[in-house]
Structure formats: structure tokens, C-alpha cells
């Protein structure tokens, strides 16, 4: 059964970066099928997809975001990782990690079936 | 911002149907067949309850079921059991780069 496990920093001040990784279990995360992909929830708000990457190292982003976000992976250790640069006070959100489909063309299909638990993250001084 | 309109909330009494909208445009769900829907619980990560249109995960009750007619996707609960009470999100893929895919949410309460 698929497993994915965000940790990292739950406080990050402002100006600083916040850095998360999703830990992928049960499943390769290599499986050509799939993007993996970063979405976080603001408290008392909606869903925001923040960008996603594939195996290969291949990334996409929202682009209101693209200039303050990086996303990679490491296929060695079934892990990939968000780092948000500059974060203000409206970065505070449950962020989740999650597994999504593709097309076979590469576009990014918003199928999430598989999510992480999510890990809250405050940024706050 | 969200691409996808969804009414805030929605409400029914045990054993009645419910449906929720999901509006969006010729660039999203007019177009293609790429629409999902999530159950959310507080406190809790998403759950996949359909995929591409009307396809139900293994393990997702049938008293579920989505559709979409021209740029407007619905789902229904039929049925209705105090545990349906979420709040659902619906999502599509869309020809903009955006990646405002997800619907503004809905919150279902079961009276």
C-alpha cells in the first residue's frame, strides 16, 4: 500500500525558507505513470496545487509561485522535497504531499489518489 | 484564486440525495474528462472519490456517482448518512497553466 509522510519545520519566520519532504513508501516513486506533487490548504480555506515533479527531475509550478518555489527529487531515497523562499504570513497552511496522474503527453492530470497526512506549518517570529 | 465554482454549502436529511455543482469553463470542464472529486473530514487529508468524470475508486461506496454536462460537473450522494458530512472539493485539468484546478469547495451537512 502506497505511504506518503511530509516532515519538517511546523515554524518558519517570516522572510525565511520554509523546506518540507514527502518520504514515498509501498510503491516506487520512479513509476513512469505519475507526478508527485505538492498542494497546501490555508486553515479555514480551499485547496491550492502548488507545483509537482517527476522522476526524471522534470518540475512544474503555479505560476504566481514559480519565482519563490523549487521542488526536486531523489529517487535514491523515494523522497521529494518543496522549498518555499521568502515566506510571509499568508504561507501558513496545512501543506500536503501527494501522488497525481499524467497525461501521455506529460501534462499534469489533478487525479490526487494518494496523500500524505499533511503537516501544518506556521510562519509566524 | 479557484477556476472551479462550487456552491458553499449543501444540506439533507438521512436517506435523501444531494447533488453539487461544479462550474468551470471550455478550458477545464467543457473540455475534457479529467474531473475529480474529493471527500475532505477535518482535520484530514483529501480523499479521491471520483476520477475522470464518474469512475468510483476500490472502496468508494456506490452511493456515490459524478457526471458532467457542458462546463458544469455534478456529484451525488444518494442516500444521504450522517458520515457524508465533509466538505467536497471538485478539480479538472485545464489547457491554462494556472494550476488553479480546484473547486472552491462545498460543505455538505447532513440535518
Known amino acids: 500500500q502506497l505511504q506518503l509522510q511530509e516532515s519538517g519545520p511546523g515554524l518558519v519566520k517570516p522572510s525565511e525558507t520554509l523546506s518540507l519532504t514527502c518520504d514515498v513508501s509501498?510503491?516506487?516513486?520512479?513509476?513512469?505513470?505519475?507526478?508527485w506533487g505538492w498542494v497546501r490548504q490555508p486553515p479555514g480555506k480551499g485547496l491550492e496545487w502548488l507545483g509537482g515533479?517527476?522522476?526524471?527531475?522534470?518540475?512544474y509550478y503555479k505560476p504566481s509561485l514559480k519565482s519563490r518555489v523549487t521542488i526536486s527529487v531523489d529517487t535514491s531515497r523515494d523522497q521529494f522535497s518543496l522549498k518555499l523562499y521568502s515566506v510571509t504570513a499568508t504561507d501558513t497552511a496545512m501543506y500536503y504531499c501527494?501522488?497525481?496522474?499524467?497525461?501521455?503527453?506529460?501534462?499534469?492530470?489533478?487525479?490526487?489518489?494518494?496523500w500524505g497526512q499533511g503537516i501544518l506549518v506556521t510562519v509566524s517570529s | 484564486q479557484s477556476a472551479l465554482t462550487q456552491p458553499a454549502s449543501v444540506s439533507g436529511s438521512p436517506g435523501q440525495s444531494i447533488t453539487i455543482s461544479c462550474t468551470g469553463t471550455?478550458?477545464?470542464?467543457?473540455?475534457?474528462?479529467?474531473v475529480s472529486w474529493y471527500q475532505q473530514y477535518p482535520g484530514k487529508a483529501p480523499k479521491l472519490m471520483i476520477y475522470d468524470v464518474s469512475i468510483r475508486p476500490s472502496g468508494v461506496s456506490n452511493r456515490f456517482s459524478g457526471s458532467k454536462s457542458g462546463n458544469t460537473a455534478s456529484l451525488t450522494i444518494s442516500g444521504l448518512q450522517a458520515e457524508d458530512e465533509a466538505d467536497y472539493y471538485c478539480s479538472s485539468y485545464t489547457s491554462t497553466t494556472s494550476l488553479d484546478v480546484f473547486g472552491t469547495g462545498t460543505k455538505v451537512t447532513v440535518l
Open positions: 471550455n478550458n477545464d470542464i467543457g473540455t475534457y474528462r479529467y
Open positions: 501527494a501522488r497525481h496522474a499524467r497525461t501521455r503527453l506529460g501534462g499534469a492530470i489533478p487525479k490526487f489518489d494518494y
Open positions: 515533479v517527476y522522476y526524471t527531475g522534470s518540475t
Open positions: 509501498g510503491a516506487s516513486i520512479s513509476d513512469s505513470s505519475y507526478y
